[in-house]
């Protein structure tokens, strides 16, 4: 998937630029053509001819050095990338290129390349943890920048932690992989998952929920990341680090859900609503706690809205997936959800199967597509079912497309 690809490779100056050597040198190795643009820190501890020798092409650093009189460098390397890819990315150049500041090569050509920017922080465990690295992060992936997420172990500095630049290695797959998502039909499109439980407050102490973990959801928005789609994931109180590149939205109630997904439909291509949303919600809100009585009590309960019916009731262009998480008679449940809330495909599950439904790790489902076809899956983890699903997917864009 390398080969003949143009990746620019820009190294900020950190101890992990000896990373970056090995990384020019793979990259190079798969056929890529690889273009180096170095900050001067990065030149204190590798020179560029370290770099011009691995890559076999010009090495750049200084703004205002011309190689080429007829052509103004940071524009025409940044307009020649398929790719940029900032390994190792410090915490100065990722604040830089947050806020727009364009004063050396590097954030100088992020700001005029149109093509994808991919980053791989590498810093100290307490710099990656700052509030100010975690808000720069937050925006530039807001842009659509993609993060390679730095491993944990043993730091230069000598604390042990998150910070690790990715291995060589990981980082020439992640690359395979992003390539090769490129010609999925999932590329640029743009998919609202929504994942976890719900909360329906009863007084400041006690709410009503069920056992969704959002596993299963986030699963599938990390997929769908994976394949190059521009992801939304909306989701209930989990206890799940969200999914690198997609945009998460924390939402506690039903209602909270609704409005959120309702505020992002228009826009999207595809729905997949793995959220197992409450039906029903109290009646009455307590401001205070409500005390305990020596009798027993009865707690009136409401409907909440129906999101996923809403959704097939106002679908135009969209591809609308549900689940359906049954204990009995799933196949009939299941396919008369899929008909009655107007969806394209319905992921059936039993939740009384060993090794599925809610909190574990794996999944048992069956895929029943509107045209009445389907698709059985044995046990499987949950990173797989998302896989599968997700190739279906695909498959209903596809058909849409003839």
């Given at each position: 998937m390398l080969k003949g690809k143009k990746v620019l490779?820009?190294?900020s100056g950190g101890i992990a630029v000896y990373k970056a050597c090995a990384l020019t040198s793979k990259l190079t190795q798969a056929g890529a053509t690889v273009k180096v643009v170095m900050t001067e820190g990065a030149t204190k501890f590798v020179t560029p001819l370290t770099f011009q020798a691995l890559s076999r092409e010009p090495v750049y650093v200084d703004t205002f050095e011309e190689q080429d009189p007829t052509k103004i460098t940071h524009i025409d390397v940044a307009d020649w990338a398929d790719v940029v890819l900032i390994a190792p990315a410090t915490a100065n150049i990722i604040g830089k290129i947050a806020n727009g500041i364009a004063d050396d090569l590097i954030s100088t050509m992020i700001l005029a390349t149109t093509a994808p920017v991919l980053i791989a922080p590498a810093m100290n465990v307490?710099?990656?943890?700052?509030?100010?690295?975690?808000?720069?992060?937050?925006?530039?992936?807001?842009?659509?920048?993609?993060?390679?997420?730095?491993?944990?172990?043993?730091?230069?500095?000598?604390?042990?932690?998150?910070?690790?630049?990715?291995e060589p290695e990981a980082i020439l797959t992640y690359l395979e992989t992003y390539f090769e998502t490129k010609t999925s039909l999932l590329a640029r499109k743009a998919i609202l998952v929504t994942a976890g439980p719900t909360q329906e407050k009863l007084d400041p102490v006690r709410y009503f929920t069920n056992r969704s973990s959002g596993k299963m959801g986030y699963a599938i928005a990390e997929e769908a990341a994976k394949r190059g789609a521009n992801v939304i994931l909306v989701s209930g109180p989990t206890n799940i680090q969200p999914p690198p590149n997609v945009q998460f939205i924390s939402v506690t109630s039903a209602q909270e859900m609704f409005d959120k997904v309702m505020f992002y439909y228009k826009?999207?291509?595809?729905?997949?609503?793995?959220?197992?949303?409450?039906?029903y919600r109290p009646k009455?809100?307590?401001?205070?706690?409500?005390?305990?009585?020596?009798?027993?009590?009865?707690?009136?309960?409401?409907?909440?809205?129906?999101?996923?019916?809403?959704?097939g009731e106002q679908k135009a262009h969209q591809l609308l997936i549900g689940f359906a998480a049954e204990s009995e008679q799933l196949e009939l449940y299941a396919k008369d959800k899929l008909t009655r809330k107007n969806l394209d495909m319905i992921v059936a599950n039993s939740i009384v199967q060993e090794g599925a439904g809610f909190q574990g790790d794996t999944n048992i489902v069956t895929l029943i597509k509107k045209d009445g076809s389907n698709v059985s899956l044995p046990l499987m983890s949950k990173k797989e079912v998302a896989s599968k699903i997700m190739n279906e997917v695909e498959s209903l864009l596809k058909e849409n497309e003839k």
């Open positions: 490779l820009c190294v307490h710099m990656y943890d700052h509030p100010a690295v975690k808000a720069n992060i937050h925006k530039l992936k807001s842009f659509g920048y993609q993060f390679l997420e730095p491993s944990e172990g043993y730091l230069a500095c000598g604390y042990v932690g998150k910070g690790r630049l990715m826009e999207v291509d595809i729905v997949i609503k793995s959220a197992a949303v409450a039906d009455q809100v307590s401001g205070q706690k409500i005390k305990k009585q020596p009798n027993d009590w009865a707690v009136e309960m409401e409907r909440t809205i129906d999101i996923l019916n809403t959704l």
